[in-house]
């Protein structure tokens, strides 16, 4: 079964220091993976996406990730966290072109200033 | 371009009333999700549509949930009667490419009490 794992429910980093936020994924075949950000009382908003091509991708806000295939990774990073990172963070995954995302379950990024 | 709109963003009904939202996907996106997310959890997936047609809907429970999406535009998503386990946020969620990115709206808050 097709699964995605955020092992930590809560990660806290200090305002301009690097911030990681993990995750794992399960999937049969090659994946397509997928970052999204919650704030309080909004939607998910589209962060970044692996397709295929350089493992490293960059997306939205200063976000990158990179894609780990042997260790079955797409950790969200970014070189200096700000206060406004501060929000409820998914990893999510597609099995194969045309299935539906499959959320992990969350992982809560609190930036301290 | 428009993004996704769902009405209403708050309901609040009694167990075994039926409940109905409404989802607009952004314009010419052919895939349509719902999603359900319980507070404290990942969103999961209730169905799926490609233009009129379902594609997955193995994890809705069909005893009490029902959706459509007529001239595969706008979609419905009903509950009757709802249970108070049925409390979440329902998400519904638009893409133009089958591998590409889900475009969300900002969801619907159901309180059933």
């Known amino acids: 079964a097709q699964s995605v794992a955020q092992p930590e429910d809560q990660v806290n980093v200090a305002e301009g220091n690097p911030l990681t936020v993990k995750c794992t994924y399960s999937?049969?075949?090659?994946?397509?993976l997928f970052w999204y950000v919650q704030y309080p009382n909004r939607g998910l908003q589209f962060l970044l996406k692996y397709i295929t091509g350089d493992n490293l991708v960059k997306g939205s806000y200063g976000f990158e990730a990179e894609f780990n295939k042997s260790q079955t990774s797409f950790h969200l990073k970014k070189p200096s966290a700000l206060v406004s990172d501060s929000a409820l963070y998914f990893c999510a995954v597609r099995a194969g072109a045309g299935t539906a995302l499959i959320f992990g379950k969350g992982t809560t990024l609190s930036v301290s200033s | 371009e428009a993004g996704v709109a769902q009405s209403p963003r708050y309901k609040i009904i009694e167990k075994r009333q039926s409940v109905a939202f409404w989802c607009n996907p952004i314009?010419?996106?052919?895939?349509l999700y719902w999603y359900q997310q319980i507070l404290g959890q990942g969103p999961k997936l209730l169905i799926q549509?490609?233009?009129?047609?379902?594609?997955?809907d193995s994890q809705l429970p069909k005893d009490r949930f029902s959706a459509e999406r007529l001239k595969g535009v706008d979609s419905t998503l009903k509950i009757q009667p709802a249970k108070l386990e049925d409390s979440a946020v329902y998400l519904c969620?638009?893409?133009?490419?089958?591998?590409?990115?889900?475009?969300f709206g900002p969801g619907t808050r159901l309180t059933v009490t």
């Open positions: 969620a638009s893409s133009l490419a089958r591998q590409g990115a889900g475009y």
């Open positions: 999937v049969s075949g090659n994946p397509y």
């Open positions: 549509f490609q233009n009129n047609g379902v594609v997955d």
């Open positions: 314009s010419g996106h052919a895939t």
